[in-house]
């Protein structure tokens, strides 16, 4: 995907008076009861059904995460949704330290071997898209107003990634075409949906019928082997 986003419109963004609403509506997006942790199961089951993520490694190592997975990635995203009590963090990307922070998660992962940025793309639009696939599944919508609200407000955001996402059906569809080209059962999945299982079993229940239909097929063919 291309950037969307030049970085110089973000701070103009920053100041304008669009600004405060898009965080309160992204806000109400995510802080519906079980959004924020269905959404994160969803993109990390998601992630653990692409063989060309999953290969995607650090020099020592460690996965390319995405940005709902793990302890400093849970915190992360929550700085970035303007969900924390520690004034230091708060604002969302208003907030300098934690435009820093995104900044540096980009440096990390773009460094990766094999990293490409169709990848950080793809992880930047699937997060964008988690909690209004979590809406959907309830068969509910957030306000107009809230949905294009948020959607603005995860453009300016993601482009500090250095990624980039276009309008929501666009962005339903490439991240459907990335899956549809690259999901397939692995060992290395296996194993990452067996640990997701054993800790998080209710949510991914709950995640399950909100996955791209390649990775639903994908998951339940490693369920079988589980």
Sequence with gaps: MELDVPPIEVFGYLQSPEYEADLAATGRVWG?????????????????TLPALL????????????VLDGERERAFLLYLLGFT?????????????????????????SRFPGMQPQYLDFIAAVMSLAPLRVWAAA????PDGDRSCYWRYMRHAVSLLGAGIVDEEATQDRCAAFIETHAAPSPEGLRL????????PRYVELAMPILFKPSQSTVNALFMEH
């Design 55 to 66: 290969d995607v490694r650090s020099a020592s190592g460690s996965p390319a995460r995405s």
């Design 193 to 200: 949906l067996k640990s997701l299982v054993q800790h998080h």
């Design 139 to 142: 068969e509910a919508a957030p």
């Design 85 to 109: 009590d520690d004034v230091s963090w708060r604002g969302g990307i208003r907030n300098p330290r934690v435009r820093q922070r995104m900044t540096s998660l980009y440096v990390h992962h």
């Design 32 to 48: 519906r009861p079980l959004v924020l942790e269905t959404a994160g199961v969803f993109v990390f089951l998601t992630y653990l």
